[in-house]
T-cell receptor, first 110, second 115 residues
Framework: QKEVEQNSGPLSVPEGAIASLNCTYS??????FFWYRQYSGKSPELIMS????GDKEDGRFTAQLNKASQYVSLLIRDSQPSDSATYLC??????????FGKGTKLSVKP | GAGVSQSPSNKVTEKGKDVELRCDPI?????LYWYRQSLGQGLEFLIY????????KSGLPSDRFSAERTGGSVSTLTIQRTQQEDSAVYLC?????????????FGDGTRLSIL
């Protein structure tokens, strides 16, 4: 059973801090990884994709990938209350689908 | 269209009735996915279409669930003889091609409530 594991949280950080969200995956053949943000009552929204080992930065977001450790992370710098949401990690599956984690709930306190 | 369109946005029906949910993917996207999300839970994969064929139906929870896609575009998910446990948000996503390196883009979902 191919799985993506995330800590369900909630992860609580103060406004302006760095939020660190982590994810591990079981399928060593996965080559593509995605982070989605899901606000309560809304559908998932793609925020980052990463395919190579190392860091990928986009504004306040940095995705990190370590294929040897089968580990993906998302850092959110200067966290804002509007970043409060559930963050879903997804790994590319062998059938052309994505395997989603259950998500980590982030709460940014003003 | 500009994004994935799903209809209806909300559906309330009585137990035992059949329901049909519709998804119109982003124009030009060949791959289409159906998920289900119960309150406070993660995404549950249901079925994936590449064009009009479904290489992976493994997530359909029972034979009451079926889906089709015609013309490589619009897809319908049908639930027969609905049960209360079918209550959930049904999400559709599409991607440019059916490769796992392609991001999926989600519609707003259909919130299904079975009385």
């Amino acid at each position: 059973q191919k799985e993506v594991e995330q800590n369900s949280g909630p992860l609580s950080v103060p406004e302006g801090a760095i939020a660190s969200l982590n994810c591990t995956y079981s399928d060593r053949g996965s080559q593509s990884f995605f982070w989605y943000r899901q606000y309560s009552g809304k559908s998932p929204e793609l925020i980052m994709s990463i395919y190579s080992n190392g860091d990928k930065e986009d504004g306040r977001f940095t995705a990190q990938l370590n294929k040897a450790s089968q580990y993906v992370s998302l850092l959110i710098r200067d966290s804002q209350p509007s970043d409060s949401a559930t963050y879903l990690c997804a790994a590319g599956g062998s059938q052309g689908n994505l395997i989603f984690g259950k998500g980590t709930k982030l709460s940014v306190k003003p | 269209g500009a994004g994935v369109s799903q209809s209806p946005s909300n559906k309330v029906t009585e137990k035992g009735k059949d329901v049909e949910l519709r998804c119109d993917p982003i124009s030009g996207h060949t791959a289409l996915y159906w998920y289900r999300q119960s309150l406070g839970q993660g995404l549950e994969f249901l079925i994936y279409f590449q064009g009009n064929s479904a290489p992976d139906k493994s997530g359909l929870p029972s034979d009451r669930f079926s889906a089709e896609r015609t013309g490589g575009s619009v897809s319908t998910l049908t639930i027969q003889r609905t049960q209360q446990e079918d209550s959930a948000v049904y999400l559709c996503a599409s991607s440019l091609q059916g490769y796992s390196n392609q991001p999926q883009h989600f519609g707003d979902g259909t919130r299904l409530s079975i009385l």
